[in-house]
């Protein structure tokens, strides 16, 4: 949790990103790394998943449902430049 009654620099405005930056690091040393909170078990299983799940969807789809797809993808690339 945030510590709001931590006091930053107030007058010396380059000082303030390396203090927000160390305040992170404090933060990461107590949690430790992510990697270490994971089952392995289901991470193993969800690249498993990932691995077949794009060439699998893209065998049962048809030519005419892929062309709809990737019309629906062009008009919503090109809807967001405008």
């Not at 510590?3 to 990103?17: G, H, I, T, Y």
């Not at 077949?52 to 090109?78: D, H, M, N, S, V």
Request: aromatic share 2%; hydrophobic share 35%; charged share 40%.
């Amino acid at each position: 949790m945030h510590d709001r009654s931590r006091k930053r620099p107030q007058e010396d405005l380059s000082a303030l990103p390396a203090s927000a930056a160390q305040e992170g690091a404090e933060e990461d040393e107590v949690d430790g790394p992510a990697d270490d909170r994971k089952d392995p078990a289901a991470v193993a299983l969800g690249r498993k998943g990932g691995l077949k799940g794009g060439k699998a969807r893209a065998a049962k789809l048809t030519a005419e449902r892929r062309r709809e797809i990737a019309k629906r993808a062009a008009l919503a690339r090109w809807s967001r430049d405008a």
